[in-house]
């Protein structure tokens, strides 16, 4: 009896099949206008069923190499004119997605279509603030989106399918009133990074999902050796770390009416609190200016800091350290629960060249994609069925790097609190000054009382 080929099998079986089929018509082998071999002989050729046969040559009509012909067959489609995408990011996704490899593997796949990766600052695509679209693709983190939904960007993208297949965790955060405007690519939560050297050294426990802040502190004071190393240490005022804190409390700001709910006595103003006793803890947090997460990540690389937060993207910075370092869940409050950013893309309602859009976007979400991404990044891939085999990775991988998908229920975006990009922004000011002491609690909720008491009752 034969056996049944498994998914991964099928997988490379159909790959083979698609691979030599483009192949033969890139080469020339097979020209324009040409009937392929009828699907018997080409399941006997590559040791397909029919049906796998038929999916490999579904895949190259969508890729447009082939076209079905009613009562005829299949024929290799007429030569395509050159096509030429503008894709808009930040410099990011070159390191995060390995981003100029997947473009080459793109256009080996697509050899008509050249895609001119653009890397810009701000929101990609929407520097002009002027109700146009800079790109004909774009890709942005989950955060940059809530911004664009919240200005009414989001209509200048067209509308996508929702894969299925792809972590609805990643999905649901570029998603608008139940549509999708971007297809995420990666993800990430928000973890605790860890030099294992540092507790081997000290005897101590790894960090693990039981942990309160009170433990990492307790454990961070222990790992200060008083000679310029530091048990804790994360960069304060990005906005992909401190409203962890905030997200813990399992609360989210309220209002009525036009005015926002008194902060007094609520788990929000505890979770501000925790913030400042732990960057105020000079026998465990060290007094250091960063300006970004690249000066922590370096104290992290260099041994002066034994633990930190950042995320499985944040990692892609480390591959070319020689450090020991591992993840574990962020500690909690009361709730677990974490920040989670994502990357995704997006097609411009204005392009002249959707259907080649689409083309990229599908390659990017597709298994050989995802498959780069994952033996190439640490960042984790948003295809949830791509699989996730450490051993074939290249380079460092944490031994504990799977266990994001024990915490997916503990994922949160930003908008979870219920607060506008903007008012995110002047929440930071304000709590800046209240973990410099620059403020005491009582004034820090009346400023943030009426600073946020300008949203608009729902």
């Not at 192949?23 to 009828?38: T, V």
């Amino acid at each position: 009896m034969r056996r049944r080929p498994t998914k991964e099998q099928f997988q490379q079986q159909l790959e083979r099949m698609v691979g030599e089929l483009r192949g033969d018509i890139m080469d020339g082998r097979l020209a324009p206008g040409d009937n392929l071999p009828p699907e018997k002989a080409l399941a006997a050729r590559f040791g397909m069923s029919n049906n796998s046969v038929r999916a490999g040559l579904e895949q190259l009509v969508r890729e447009g190499w082939i076209e079905k012909i009613a009562r005829v067959g299949n024929r290799v489609a007429a030569a395509r004119p050159p096509v030429k995408l503008k894709l808009v990011c930040n410099w990011m996704p070159f390191r995060n997605l390995q981003l100029s490899r997947l473009l080459d593997d793109f256009r080996r796949q697509y050899p008509w279509i050249l895609v001119e990766a653009v890397a810009t600052g701000g929101n990609p695509g929407y520097e002009a603030n002027d109700g146009t679209l800079s790109g004909d693709v774009v890709m942005l983190e989950n955060f940059q989106f809530q911004y664009v939904a919240e200005t009414g960007g989001h209509e200048l993208l067209e509308a996508l399918p929702v894969k299925p297949e792809l972590y609805p965790q990643a999905t649901d955060t570029f998603t608008v009133e139940g549509r999708l405007y971007m297809q995420p690519l990666i993800f990430s939560p928000i973890v605790l990074c860890y030099n294992k050297a540092h507790f081997r050294e000290n005897g101590m426990l790894e960090p693990d999902g039981s942990w309160t802040w009170d433990d990492l502190m307790r454990a961070a004071e222990k790992l200060s050796d008083g000679k310029g190393r530091y048990g804790f240490c994360f960069h304060v005022p990005s906005k992909n770390r401190w409203p962890v804190f905030l997200l813990q409390s399992g609360e989210r700001f309220e209002w009525d009416g036009g005015r926002l709910r008194s902060l007094r006595g609520t788990k929000l103003l505890e979770g501000m609190k925790v913030c400042k006793r732990i960057i105020r803890n000079r026998k465990a947090f060290p007094m250091y200016l960063s300006e970004n997460h690249d000066d922590i990540d370096r104290m992290f690389l260099e041994g002066k800091v034994s633990m930190t937060l950042s995320s499985y993207m944040g990692m892609n910075g480390w591959k070319q350290s020689d450090i020991e370092f591992d993840v574990s869940p962020v500690p909690r409050i009361d709730e677990m629960r974490t920040l989670v950013i994502s990357l995704g893309i997006g097609v411009g309602r204005g392009t002249k060249h959707k259907e080649e859009a689409l083309l990229l976007i599908d390659f990017l979400t597709s298994e050989h994609a995802q498959n780069v991404i994952r033996r190439t990044t640490f960042s984790i891939p948003s295809l949830g069925t791509v699989h996730l085999n450490a051993n074939d990775a290249e380079g460092y991988r944490p031994s504990r790097y799977m266990m994001f998908r024990e915490i997916m229920s503990s994922l949160r975006p930003h908008n979870a609190l219920n607060v506008s990009h903007d008012a995110m922004g002047k929440m930071e000011n304000e709590l800046k000054a209240y973990w410099a002491d620059l403020l005491d609690e009582d004034e820090l909720c009346d400023r943030l009382g009426k600073l946020l008491s300008t949203k608009e009752s729902e």
